[in-house]
Protein backbone atom coordinates (compact mmCIF):
# COMPACT_ATOMS: atom_id res chain seq x y z
CA UNK A 1 0.00 0.00 0.00
CA UNK A 2 2.38 2.35 0.96
CA UNK A 3 4.71 2.13 -2.20
CA UNK A 4 1.40 2.69 -4.05
CA UNK A 5 0.79 6.02 -2.77
CA UNK A 6 4.32 6.86 -3.72
CA UNK A 7 3.87 6.39 -7.33
CA UNK A 8 0.96 8.62 -7.19
CA UNK A 9 2.78 11.35 -5.78
CA UNK A 10 3.46 14.22 -8.30
CA UNK A 11 7.41 14.34 -8.64
CA UNK A 12 9.57 16.76 -6.20
CA UNK A 13 11.62 18.77 -8.89
CA UNK A 14 14.45 21.37 -7.71
CA UNK A 15 13.86 24.35 -8.94
CA UNK A 16 16.09 27.83 -9.41
CA UNK A 17 15.77 29.98 -5.96
CA UNK A 18 16.59 32.94 -8.98
CA UNK A 19 13.04 33.72 -9.89
CA UNK A 20 12.42 35.07 -5.93
CA UNK A 21 15.49 37.13 -5.53
CA UNK A 22 13.77 41.20 -6.69
CA UNK A 23 15.24 43.38 -9.08
CA UNK A 24 16.69 46.42 -8.14
CA UNK A 25 15.52 49.52 -10.97
CA UNK A 26 18.58 51.70 -11.17
CA UNK A 27 17.53 55.64 -11.07
CA UNK A 28 16.66 57.04 -14.96
CA UNK A 29 15.18 53.24 -15.72
CA UNK A 30 11.15 52.98 -16.18
CA UNK A 31 9.31 49.73 -15.86
CA UNK A 32 5.70 49.61 -16.87
CA UNK A 33 3.63 46.30 -16.34
CA UNK A 34 0.48 45.99 -18.72
CA UNK A 35 -1.52 42.53 -19.06
CA UNK A 36 1.38 40.10 -19.70
CA UNK A 37 3.70 42.59 -21.64
CA UNK A 38 6.70 44.14 -19.23
CA UNK A 39 7.76 47.58 -20.89
CA UNK A 40 11.16 48.88 -19.97
CA UNK A 41 12.48 52.43 -20.79
CA UNK A 42 16.14 53.58 -19.75
CA UNK A 43 18.85 55.83 -21.02
CA UNK A 44 19.94 54.10 -24.02
CA UNK A 45 16.16 52.64 -25.36
CA UNK A 46 13.07 50.73 -24.63
CA UNK A 47 12.62 47.29 -24.44
CA UNK A 48 9.32 45.07 -23.45
CA UNK A 49 9.22 41.11 -22.98
CA UNK A 50 5.81 39.23 -23.11
CA UNK A 51 5.59 36.84 -19.72
CA UNK A 52 3.64 33.66 -19.41
CA UNK A 53 0.34 33.58 -17.83
CA UNK A 54 0.32 33.09 -14.10
CA UNK A 55 3.67 35.05 -13.70
CA UNK A 56 2.84 38.17 -11.58
CA UNK A 57 5.29 40.81 -12.18
CA UNK A 58 4.80 43.86 -9.32
CA UNK A 59 6.92 47.25 -8.88
CA UNK A 60 7.53 47.85 -5.35
CA UNK A 61 9.19 51.39 -4.99
CA UNK A 62 13.05 50.93 -6.66
CA UNK A 63 12.58 46.84 -6.57
CA UNK A 64 10.78 44.43 -9.15
CA UNK A 65 9.22 41.03 -7.81
CA UNK A 66 8.39 37.97 -9.65
CA UNK A 67 6.06 36.16 -7.91
CA UNK A 68 4.01 32.61 -9.04
CA UNK A 69 -0.24 32.34 -8.64
CA UNK A 70 0.19 28.66 -7.70
CA UNK A 71 3.19 26.11 -7.62
CA UNK A 72 2.45 24.31 -10.52
CA UNK A 73 5.99 22.92 -11.63
CA UNK A 74 6.08 24.35 -15.19
CA UNK A 75 4.92 27.72 -13.96
CA UNK A 76 7.92 27.34 -11.06
CA UNK A 77 10.83 26.55 -13.98
CA UNK A 78 9.45 29.80 -15.72
CA UNK A 79 9.73 31.73 -12.46
CA UNK A 80 13.56 32.39 -13.08
CA UNK A 81 13.51 32.47 -16.45
CA UNK A 82 11.16 35.18 -16.49
CA UNK A 83 13.22 37.39 -13.64
CA UNK A 84 16.63 36.88 -15.42
CA UNK A 85 14.77 38.08 -19.35
CA UNK A 86 13.43 41.22 -17.47
CA UNK A 87 16.72 41.78 -15.49
CA UNK A 88 19.19 41.46 -18.85
CA UNK A 89 16.14 44.21 -20.23
CA UNK A 90 16.83 46.23 -17.32
CA UNK A 91 21.03 45.93 -17.51
CA UNK A 92 20.42 46.60 -21.56
CA UNK A 93 18.70 50.35 -21.07
CA UNK A 94 21.01 50.95 -18.49
CA UNK A 95 24.56 49.60 -19.80
CA UNK A 96 23.95 48.43 -22.85
CA UNK A 97 25.90 44.67 -23.80
CA UNK A 98 29.17 44.14 -25.96
CA UNK A 99 30.25 40.59 -27.62
CA UNK A 100 33.72 40.96 -28.81
CA UNK A 101 35.17 38.69 -31.56
CA UNK A 102 38.55 38.34 -33.34
CA UNK A 103 39.53 37.30 -36.92
CA UNK A 104 42.64 34.84 -36.74
CA UNK A 105 44.72 34.27 -40.21
CA UNK A 106 47.11 35.92 -42.93
CA UNK A 107 44.98 37.79 -45.07
CA UNK A 108 41.17 37.84 -42.93
CA UNK A 109 40.38 41.59 -41.99
CA UNK A 110 37.67 43.49 -41.53
CA UNK A 111 36.48 47.47 -42.05
CA UNK A 112 33.60 49.03 -41.48
CA UNK A 113 31.41 50.17 -44.42
CA UNK A 114 28.70 52.67 -43.13
CA UNK A 115 27.22 50.78 -40.44
CA UNK A 116 27.78 47.15 -42.39
CA UNK A 117 30.68 45.42 -41.54
CA UNK A 118 33.30 44.29 -44.72
CA UNK A 119 34.85 41.07 -43.84
CA UNK A 120 37.74 39.80 -45.62
CA UNK A 121 37.78 36.00 -45.30
CA UNK A 122 39.69 34.28 -48.30
CA UNK A 123 36.64 33.52 -50.23
CA UNK A 124 36.48 35.17 -53.57
CA UNK A 125 34.38 37.93 -52.69
CA UNK A 126 33.79 40.36 -49.55
CA UNK A 127 31.43 39.52 -46.94
CA UNK A 128 29.33 42.54 -46.16
CA UNK A 129 27.47 41.66 -43.37
CA UNK A 130 24.12 44.33 -42.17
CA UNK A 131 23.46 45.74 -38.93
CA UNK A 132 20.51 44.80 -37.50
CA UNK A 133 18.37 47.72 -35.99
CA UNK A 134 19.50 47.74 -32.89
CA UNK A 135 22.73 46.62 -32.99
CA UNK A 136 25.92 48.80 -33.59
CA UNK A 137 29.73 47.52 -34.90
CA UNK A 138 32.91 49.07 -34.09
CA UNK A 139 35.92 47.51 -35.39
CA UNK A 140 39.58 47.93 -34.03
CA UNK A 141 42.22 47.66 -36.40
CA UNK A 142 41.26 45.53 -39.02
CA UNK A 143 41.02 42.14 -36.57
CA UNK A 144 38.90 43.22 -33.62
CA UNK A 145 35.37 43.36 -34.17
CA UNK A 146 32.39 44.77 -30.95
CA UNK A 147 28.95 43.97 -31.58
CA UNK A 148 26.82 46.53 -28.98
CA UNK A 149 23.46 47.03 -28.56
CA UNK A 150 20.71 46.93 -25.94
CA UNK A 151 19.20 43.34 -26.46
CA UNK A 152 21.42 40.65 -25.30
CA UNK A 153 19.64 38.08 -26.71
CA UNK A 154 20.21 39.96 -30.11
CA UNK A 155 23.80 40.74 -29.67
CA UNK A 156 24.75 37.53 -28.99
CA UNK A 157 22.90 36.12 -31.73
CA UNK A 158 24.23 38.61 -34.41
CA UNK A 159 28.09 37.87 -32.74
CA UNK A 160 27.03 34.00 -33.61
CA UNK A 161 26.07 34.69 -37.03
CA UNK A 162 29.65 37.03 -37.55
CA UNK A 163 31.37 33.63 -36.68
CA UNK A 164 29.61 31.27 -38.38
CA UNK A 165 30.89 32.72 -41.57
CA UNK A 166 34.34 31.76 -41.07
CA UNK A 167 34.61 29.18 -37.82
CA UNK A 168 37.49 28.87 -36.31
CA UNK A 169 39.18 25.54 -38.53
CA UNK A 170 40.89 22.82 -35.89
CA UNK A 171 44.42 22.33 -37.91
CA UNK A 172 45.79 26.35 -37.54
CA UNK A 173 42.65 28.35 -35.63
CA UNK A 174 42.52 30.52 -38.46
CA UNK A 175 38.58 31.97 -38.82
CA UNK A 176 36.65 34.18 -36.44
CA UNK A 177 36.35 33.43 -32.65
CA UNK A 178 35.02 35.21 -29.72
CA UNK A 179 37.35 37.10 -27.63
CA UNK A 180 39.54 34.54 -25.22
CA UNK A 181 37.88 31.33 -26.75
CA UNK A 182 39.78 28.36 -26.90
CA UNK A 183 40.03 26.65 -29.97
CA UNK A 184 41.23 22.71 -29.67
CA UNK A 185 43.57 21.84 -32.05
CA UNK A 186 44.42 19.13 -34.25
CA UNK A 187 47.54 17.45 -34.99
CA UNK A 188 48.52 17.71 -38.42
CA UNK A 189 49.12 14.44 -40.18
CA UNK A 190 52.80 13.55 -41.09
CA UNK A 191 54.54 11.52 -43.71
CA UNK A 192 55.78 8.23 -43.41
CA UNK A 193 59.10 8.07 -43.66
Same mark, same amino acid.
Given at each position: ?90 ? &?? *???? @? =? ?5 ? %? /???? !???? #? ?24 ? &?? *???? @? =? ?5 ? %? /???? !???? #? ?29
Amino acid at each position: MAKESQKTQEPKVKVSRIGKSPITIPAGVKVNVSGLTVAVEGPKGKLSQDIAEGIIVKVDGSQLVLECADGSISLRQKHGLYRTLIANMIE &GV *TNGF @V =KNLEIIG %V /GYKV !AMKG #KDLDLSMGFSHPVIFKAPEGIEFAVD &GN *TKIS @V =KGIDKQL %V /GQVA !ANIR #KIRKPEPYKGKGIRYAGEYVAMKAGKSGKK
